[in-house]
T-cell receptor
Framework: DTAVSQTPKYLVTQMGNDKSIKCEQN?????MYWYKQDSKKFLKIMFS???????INETVPNRFSPKSPDKAHLNLHINSLELGDSAVYFC????????????FGSGTRLTVV | SQELEQSPQSLIVQEGKNLTINCTSS?????LYWYKQKYGEGLIFLMM?????EEKSHEKITAKLDEKKQQSSLHITASQPSHAGIYLC???????????FGRGTSLIVHP
């Protein structure tokens, strides 16, 4: 069983479209994250939820909105996609908000054309 | 400036050679973890170090956190092509709850 699963794995879309990336973890972890990996392989945190509550909200455009219907799911919705949004997005989870013992999803490669 | 510095940025070695990757911070690292990312795939957790001087091994990969808890080294003995990928260190720096990652080290192992 996949511990942290992201869908879709690849997403190609046109500028201006709205898209969502889904993330689910079956580890029973309390905390989930969204990271953006830039072209230089550097991971930057975007959001973090602990038990469905937003605890980390880094400076990202408000076109990005996370949604956590329960603690096992953290979806990322992006409105009005721009070329600069193209990147690999990683979902992750950890047992608690301190962050030790991260488990990452396999990533979603978003390409905006 | 980068809070967690990884070096080298890239490494190309011949199969069978030993190598070391370093992860350094000017602040105390509370929980230092190493990940590996195979090209085109997701990150895989390798090991976590918490105590100063702690050392852990996983197969031919050994990681150590120094006594000051500001530097960790990851050492691979007798490298194999399967070791190729990006090695990423991450840590909770200075007690912050926002996790920080290094930029990663790209490792290529030639047969």
């Amino acid at each position: 069983d996949t511990a942290v699963s992201q869908t879709p794995k690849y997403l190609v879309t046109q500028m201006g479209n709205d898209k969502s990336i889904k993330c689910e973890q079956n580890l029973g972890h309390d905390t989930m994250y969204w990271y953006k990996q830039d072209s230089k392989k550097f991971l930057k945190i975007m959001f973090s939820y602990n038990n469905k509550e937003l605890i980390i909200n880094e400076t990202v455009p408000n076109r990005f909105s996370p949604k956590s219907p329960d603690k096992a799911h953290l979806n990322l919705h992006i409105n009005s996609l721009e070329l600069g949004d193209s990147a690999v997005y990683f979902c992750a989870s950890s047992p608690d908000a301190v962050g030790y013992g991260y488990t990452f999803g396999s990533g979603t490669r978003l390409t905006v054309v | 400036s980068q809070e967690l510095e990884q070096s080298p940025q890239s490494l190309i070695v011949q199969e069978g050679k030993n190598l070391t990757i370093n992860c350094t911070s000017s602040k105390t690292l509370y929980g230092l973890y190493w990940y590996k990312q195979k090209y085109g795939e997701g990150l895989i957790f390798l090991m976590m170090l918490q105590k100063g001087g702690e050392e852990k091994s996983h197969e031919k990969i050994t990681a150590k956190l120094d006594e000051k808890k500001q530097q960790s080294s990851l050492h691979i003995t007798a490298s194999q092509p399967s070791h190729a990928g990006i090695y990423l260190c991450g840590a909770d720096i200075g007690g912050s709850y926002i996790p920080t990652f290094g930029r990663g080290t790209s490792l290529i192992v030639h047969p």
